[in-house]
């Protein structure tokens, strides 16, 4: 099944706040919609945003949009939230054929639909044969934090996409999402998507992470990303700063994994990358339940942002970058695309 898609001349994504109660697939028919369900995070995760940021422009070039009019709602489009990259790159990427038509356009958002499933099994195996160099023979448990899974993609996952590949190949011990508070992406997405897979994993609290890192519960904590800038520091989900500093201190593998559409050379370092606040809501109240008192304001950061000097290695879908061996996104050259047999 797929996050998201084209279906009959519109979009169609599971509607992830629903999980993991309800599987539901929404009809998406208007460009408002679409906005919202990305504010909401109905869609979420960078690289599923850069299929609907493509998707969102062919759906409105095919409904008659064109010209001025195409420009401004795209860019209502790539603005619905900032960190993320691949949403402004996705309507980017198709706006480029704005003036070759509708059909033009819908050909480059499948394009980059297509390509996400094929950049996924190749993270997949970068990944897990670097995990094999590092850590040697044997199997072993991984620490991850958000969801990167299919949910967040396509079909298949970035850095859960790893964590996956491990599990067909028979070398992964156990996975230990942490469940990512305050919209429990891992609990309520990656969990499901663990349990969907029949992989091994038990879930813990954000809080437990660096100690039991430090018990040597895992070997190594994956995350995926948000934004990579040209010097490799890494945006991704409000609490992976965290664990790599508690993976750092043991000495532990942090690797992150993105597809290549998530590496902005335009933006030079962290420090530049705009993290989007999600304000007080979500803070003060847990499923409808109000967990704070009635006056108090909260700072919500959905985001962070890795220091390079934390991160191990960044796997792409055509390269590994080992950042801790002084290599950064501008010093190694494109490989080719992996698949699931080389
Ligand atoms: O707020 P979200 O759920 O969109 O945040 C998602 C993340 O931080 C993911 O780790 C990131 O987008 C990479 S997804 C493969």
């Known amino acids: 099944m797929r996050t998201i898609d084209w279906v009959d001349g519109h979009i169609e994504l599971i509607d992830q706040t629903k999980l993991p109660g309800e599987l539901e697939v929404r009809t998406v028919t208007e460009l408002d919609d679409l906005i919202n369900d990305i504010k909401r995070l109905?869609?979420?995760?960078?690289?599923a945003l850069g299929v609907a940021g493509g998707m969102g422009v062919a759906l409105i070039a095919q409904q008659g949009l064109k010209g001025a009019e195409l420009e401004d709602a795209s860019r209502r489009l790539a603005n619905a939230r900032p960190t993320a990259v691949n949403l402004s790159w996705g309507v980017?990427?198709?706006?480029?054929?704005?003036?070759e038509g509708k059909d033009r356009i819908l050909?480059?958002?499948?394009?980059?639909?297509?390509?996400?499933i094929a950049?996924?099994?190749?993270?997949?195996?970068?990944?897990?044969?670097?995990?094999?160099?590092?850590?040697?023979?044997?199997?072993?448990?991984?620490?991850?934090?958000?969801?990167?899974?299919?949910?967040?993609?396509?079909?298949?996952?970035?850095?859960?996409?790893?964590?996956q590949t491990m599990f067909e190949r028979g070398t992964l011990k156990e996975a230990l999402p942490v469940e990512t508070r305050p919209l429990l992406q891992g609990s309520r997405l990656t969990a499901w998507e663990l349990e969907q897979m029949g992989a091994p994993y038990r879930l813990i609290v954000d809080s437990a992470g660096p100690f039991l890192l430090r018990r040597g519960f895992a070997q190594a904590f994956f995350a995926g990303a948000d934004r990579i800038t040209a010097n490799g520091d890494t945006a991704n989900k409000i609490g992976t700063y965290s664990l790599s500093l508690g993976a750092k201190a043991m000495n532990l593998p942090v690797i992150v994994v993105a597809p290549e559409s998530t590496i902005d050379m335009e933006t030079k370092t962290g420090a530049d990358i705009e993290i989007e606040d999600r304000g007080t809501e979500e803070v003060v109240n847990f499923h409808g339940v109000r967990t704070a008192p009635e006056e108090t304001q909260a700072i919500n950061p959905a985001f962070d942002v890795t220091p390079h000097e934390n991160i191990t290695a960044i796997v792409t879908d055509r390269r590994v970058i080992r950042v801790d061996r002084g290599e950064s996104p501008s010093t190694v050259p494109l490989g080719p695309i992996r698949t699931r047999s080389n």
């Open 42 to 47: 109905a869609v979420r995760g960078a690289p």
């Open 92 to 99: 980017r990427r198709v706006m480029e054929y704005a003036n």
């Open 107 to 116: 050909e480059e958002a499948l394009a980059i639909r297509d390509e996400d």
């Open 119 to 163: 950049s996924c099994y190749s993270m997949g195996q970068y990944g897990a044969d670097l995990i094999e160099e590092l850590l040697g023979e044997g199997q072993h448990a991984i620490m991850t934090v958000c969801n990167t899974g299919g949910l967040a993609c396509v079909e298949r996952g970035t850095a859960l996409g790893v964590i």
